[in-house]
C-alpha cells in the first residue's frame, strides 16, 4: 500500500472519528433540550392542577371540572388513588383503567418525591410520565399522573440524525478525495526525487541535481539535504578516482626503478652498490607509503588512540633531536617552550610533531630555518611549526590536508636523505597529522605567505588537573 493511500485513509478515518464524536454530542445535547423542555410542560401542568386541587376530610382528591386543566393537547391526565385504581381521567383516557405508569407508583410513593419515566402505550404512543405523589399529613391519600406525548421531538431527532448521516457520509466522501488530491500534491517533490535518483543510479552521472521547489518546506529541506548528499558523494566519487591514480603513479616509479636495477643487475650479472642502495631506497619508500595507506585505512574505519597523560614538552625535544640530524642544511631551532600535558596517546602523538617538522624541512631550502614552538592559550596546547620556505599559494591552501594532494608547482621537494634528489613524497603526512589531532579532540590550522613561509599549528585541550 503507497504512502498516498494510506495518507487518505489516515484522513478519511479521522474526520469519521471526528464526526461521530461530533454527531453523537449534537444527538444527545438535542434530546437532552427535548426532554427538559417537556419536563418543564409537565411540571408547569402539574403546579396547574395542584393550585385547584383540594382534599377532602375523607381523603377523596377533588378537582374542580371548571378548572378545564384536563383540556390541553397532547396531556394525558390521572388522579390514581392509593390502591392503584384511576379515579378520574381526560377525556383521552376514558376508555383507559390502568395507570399510565403502573411502577412509577411505587417508586414515587417510595420516595415521595415525583418520578418522570418514558412510557409506551398499546397503541404505541411514546409518552413522557410525570408521576406525583398526592398526601396529607396523615396519609397518602392518590396519585397525580400526567404524560405529555412526545412524538414530535421524536420525529425531530429522526430527522437531525438523518441529516447527520448524509451530511457525515458526503463530508467523507469530500474528504477522500481531497485527501488524495493534497498527498498527491504533497507527494509530488517526492516523486521527482525518486525518479532523478533513479536516473542518476542508472546513468552514474552524480554531477545532476534535484529541482530546488520554491516553498522551503519539509519537502524543500529534503531536496536541499539531497542535493547535498550527491555533491558529497561526487565529491567522494572523484576523491576516489584521484586517489587511485595517485596510488597508481606513487607505486609505480619505484617499481620502476627496482625493475631497472634488476634487468640491469641481470644483464651484467653484478649486484653492484648503487644498484642494490636504489632497490633499498625504493623498497623503503612503498614500504613507508603502504604503511600511511594502512593507517589511513584503520583512522578511517575508527582505529582507536590511547589516552595517558603525554608531557607535550619532552616529547617536542625528542623531536627536535631526531629532526635535526636529517636537516640537511637547515637550521632547527626551538623557540617558546612552554610546560604543557596533554591527554592522549604518546606515539601517535609524536608522530604528529614529526610529520609536521619533516614536512617543514622537506620544504625548506638549505640555509633556510625551522622554529618549533608550544605555548599554553587558555586551556589549550599550541604546536607550531615554522619554516621560511617558498609558502603555499592561497587557492592550494585549503587542500593541503587532502590525501595525495602537493603543491609541486610552488614547493620543492628534496629528500631528507641529504643528496639533494628531488624525492617521491606521498603527500600522506598531513593527512595523518590531520586525523591525529582530530581523534584527540584538537585540531590543525595552516598559515602561509608566498616568499616568506607557512606555519602550521596544532591545537590539543590541555589536561585538567582533576583529568
Known sequence: MSIRVRLTLWYTFALFAILVVIGF??????????????????????????????????GQVVIPVEANVFSGSGLYLQV??????????????????????????????????????????????????LTVPISTREALVGFLQIGLAVESNDEALAQLTS??????????????AGGA????????????????????????????????PGAQDEVGRLVGTFN????????????????????????????T?????????????????????????????????????LLLAQADAGLPVRHE?????????????????????????????????????????????LNL?????????????????????????AFSVSDTGPGIPPEHLPHVFERFYRVDKSRSRREAGGNGALSGGAGLGLSIAQWIAASHNGRIDAHSEVGKGTTFTVYLPEMKPDA
Do not use: C
Open 25 to 58: 454530542a449534537i444527538v444527545n445535547v438535542f434530546a437532552a433540550a427535548l426532554q427538559s423542555a417537556a419536563d418543564r410542560k409537565l411540571d408547569e401542568t402539574a403546579s396547574q392542577v395542584f393550585s385547584v386541587t383540594t382534599v377532602t376530610r375523607l
Open 80 to 129: 390514581i388513588d392509593p390502591a392503584g385504581q384511576v379515579v378520574r381521567a381526560s377525556e383521552a383516557l376514558r376508555r383507559h383503567s390502568l395507570p399510565l405508569n403502573p411502577p412509577g407508583l411505587g417508586i414515587a410513593a417510595a420516595a415521595e418525591t415525583p418520578v418522570r419515566h418514558n412510557v409506551y402505550t398499546e397503541q404505541g404512543t411514546h409518552l413522557r410520565v
Open 163 to 176: 441529516i447527520l448521516l448524509v451530511g457525515g457520509a458526503i463530508g467523507l466522501l469530500l474528504a477522500a
Open 181 to 212: 488530491f493534497l498527498s498527491r500534491q504533497a507527494l509530488r517533490p517526492i516523486d521527482t526525487v525518486t525518479h532523478t535518483a533513479l536516473s542518476i543510479t542508472e546513468a552514474g552521472d552524480l554531477g545532476r541535481r534535484i529541482p530546488a
Open 228 to 255: 547535498r548528499m550527491l555533491e558529497r558523494l561526487e565529491t567522494l566519487f572523484k576523491s576516489q578516482q584521484r586517489f587511485s591514480a595517485d596510488i597508481s603513479h606513487e607505486l609505480r616509479t619505484p617499481l
Open 257 to 293: 626503478t627496482i625493475r631497472g636495477n634488476i634487468d640491469l643487475m641481470r644483464r651484467t650479472r653484478l649486484a653492484d652498490d648503487a644498484s642494490l642502495d636504489a632497490i633499498q631506497s625504493e623498497t623503503d619508500r612503498m614500504t613507508r607509503l603502504v604503511g600511511d595507506l
Open 309 to 353: 597523560a603525554v608531557s607535550l614538552d619532552t616529547l617536542m625535544l625528542e623531536v627536535f633531536r631526531q629532526v635535526r640530524v636529517i636537516a640537511n642544511g637547515v637550521d632547527v631551532a626551538i623557540g617558546d617552550e612552554d610546560a604543557v600535558t596533554v591527554l592522549g596517546d604518546p606515539d601517535r602523538l609524536k608522530q604528529l610533531l
Open 357 to 381: 617538522a619533516d614536512n617543514a624541512i622537506r620544504y625548506t631550502p638549505p640555509g633556510g630555518r625551522v622554529t618549533l614552538n608550544l605555548k599554553r592559550r587558555d586551556g589549550w596546547a
